[in-house]
């Protein structure tokens, strides 16, 4: 789920992004208020997210839009003025860990900020050699600053990292004409605002460890599911001992196999309920006919052989490798369909009481309630 997330987060917004260059010229206009609303709101949910890489790239823009709004006269065409924009949103999408606000780097970033907003007042003297380069092509600069962050991009990690991206494709779409500058202006305001947006579902509904949905989502859909869904509740046979045995890092790595595993069973989707239990919701269907795609689970999961890293060859036998012996895991599930007039919790309970039945039997086994 996480990684589909990930992939609408880029897709989408470069689609629209390329769109623009074949829309009619200003067929459709935002008042510079509701633009600037927009861009405020964005920087506002990027710092409760603590995304502090869109917090600074955001800065500018409402610089300039605040200053279309009161009259401040930023002009961002000054000498230097769109170098030092394109500087900043630069050196900002080079980082990604989270520091104090107070942090040197973000002390400089700042700095910059402060460097763009007297460049665009004019109001920092600038020698008359220096202006011969004023006018220096940035077009291909531009590229560079757009495409080298992106070797970094595997230490984003969360989704709305990539809303401090979007502004710097802004310029390089406005520094090649790429379309006009009211849709740019739009797309600037609205892409940052998706990925955060992503980003808040993200944070509400997916399992961070294993990337699946979590509880709460779980528990959102069952307010809308229908009248004939069914419920298996499935529990890591004696998941304790992997973390006693081995540690809990590969008590987190069974834990992803599992969730990788049940999240392929026919028909269903895999929720993270809480620990070590997982929860598989069919919208529609019996329990005769569910029951053989939950057994095809259950063995695959069992025919499944994890290799953890950390089970490599011992360092003090180092010349006489060899071969880890891999983990298998196994699962009990219960399974519980719901029935006329029965509540959502009357249906997890009945799941749960069948799950502790297959418990009794033996483990790695499914149970249906009756």
């Known amino acids: 789920m996480h990684q589909r997330l990930m992939l609408l987060n880029i897709l989408l917004p470069i689609a629209c992004f390329v769109l623009l260059g074949f829309l009619p010229q200003d067929i459709f206009l935002l008042p510079d208020f509701v633009l600037l609303a927009l861009v405020v709101f964005t920087l506002g949910r990027a710092y409760l997210l603590v995304q502090q890489q869109v917090v600074f790239s955001a800065l500018p823009i409402v610089a300039l839009?605040?200053?279309?709004?009161?009259?401040?006269?930023?002009?961002?065409?000054?000498?230097?003025?769109i170098?030092?924009?394109?500087?900043?949103?630069?050196f900002?999408?080079?980082?990604w860990e989270k520091k104090p606000w107070l942090h040197w780097l973000h002390l400089l970033n700042l700095i910059i900020t402060a460097l763009f907003v007297g460049l665009a007042l004019r109001v920092i003297p600038i020698s008359a050699s220096l202006l011969d380069y004023a006018e220096w092509p940035l077009e291909w600069v531009s590229l560079f600053c757009l495409l080298s962050p992106l070797l970094f991009v595997y230490k984003w990690q969360r989704t709305g990292r990539w809303a401090s991206y979007w502004p710097l494709l802004t310029v390089v779409g406005f520094l090649f004409e790429w379309s006009s500058d009211n849709y740019l202006y739009i797309w600037t305001a609205l892409a940052p605002l998706f990925s955060?947006?992503?980003?808040?579902?993200?944070?509400?509904?997916?399992?961070?460890?294993?990337?699946?949905?979590?509880?709460?989502?779980?528990?959102f859909k069952l307010?809308?599911?229908?009248?004939?869904?069914?419920?298996?509740?499935?529990?890591?046979?004696?998941?304790?001992?992997?973390?006693?045995?081995?540690?809990?890092?590969?008590?987190?790595?069974?834990?992803?196999?599992?969730?990788?595993?049940?999240?392929?069973t026919s028909g269903a989707v895999a929720y993270r309920y809480g620990g070590e239990e997982f929860i598989l919701m069919f919208p529609k269907g019996q329990a005769l006919e569910l029951a053989p795609h939950i057994q095809a689970t259950r063995e695959r999961l069992a025919a499944y052989e994890l290799y953890p890293k950390g089970l490599t060859r011992d360092k003090k036998k180092r010349g006489k490798g060899r071969v880890p012996k891999p983990l298998h895991i196994t699962a009990s599930f219960g399974m519980a369909c719901h029935k006329s007039g029965e509540s959502v919790s009357a249906v997890i309970e009945r799941a749960d009481k069948a799950l502790y039945q297959a418990k009794s039997n033996g483990r790695n086994c499914l149970v249906v309630a009756k």
Request: contains cysteine; charged residues 20%; glycine residues 6%.
């Open 65 to 81: 839009w605040v200053s279309d709004e009161w009259q401040l006269n930023l002009d961002l065409f000054a000498p230097f003025a």
């Open 92 to 95: 900002v999408n080079l980082q």
């Open 196 to 219: 955060l947006s992503l980003d808040a579902y993200i944070l509400a509904y997916v399992d961070e460890l294993t990337g699946i949905l979590g509880r709460r989502a779980l528990m």
């Open 223 to 264: 307010k809308t599911a229908g009248k004939h869904y069914c419920l298996v509740m499935v529990d890591v046979d004696h998941f304790k001992l992997f973390n006693d045995k081995h540690g809990h890092q590969v008590g987190d790595d069974v834990l992803k196999v599992v969730a990788k595993l049940i999240g392929k």
């Open 83 to 90: 170098n030092c924009f394109l500087f900043h949103l630069w």
